[in-house]
Nanobody
């Protein structure tokens, strides 16, 4: 069974950086589009970024463009989310998810993703 495990969350001051990792197992990562999503308390889940199977195509939510970067290392079965210039409004639980639907179709639509990790908490506060 395809399994995803997030790590790297924590408490950071505004303007700081964090790098989230999504370690996968149980399937060949090369076949999957990977997305990062987040959900803040009392808010709906929001798509943050996604990356195509070979990393050639990426999509970002407007709220994170220029600050976040998604990347993947298929040899290490891991996808990353580098988050810079963090803001308090970035505070949320962050989830990675996988789908075999092409990134250009799945984009940031959570309903297109079949496999989900348990999440990692990110808190941006002074």
């Amino acid at each position: 069974q395809f399994k995803l495990v997030e790590s790297g969350g924590g408490l950071v001051q505004p303007g700081g950086s964090l790098r989230l990792s999504c370690a996968t197992s149980g399937a060949t990562l090369n076949y999957y589009t990977i997305g990062w999503f987040r959900q803040a308390p009392g808010k709906e889940r929001e798509g943050v970024a996604c990356i195509s199977t070979r990393g050639a195509e990426t999509t970002y939510a407007d709220s994170v463009k220029g600050r976040f970067t998604i990347s993947r290392d298929n040899a290490k079965n891991t996808v990353y989310l580098q988050m810079n210039s963090l803001k308090p409004e970035d505070t949320a639980d962050y989830y990675c998810a996988a789908t075999m639907i092409a990134a250009t179709l799945a984009t940031l639509n959570s309903r297109a993703y079949d496999y989900w990790g348990q999440g990692t908490q990110v808190t941006v506060s002074s």
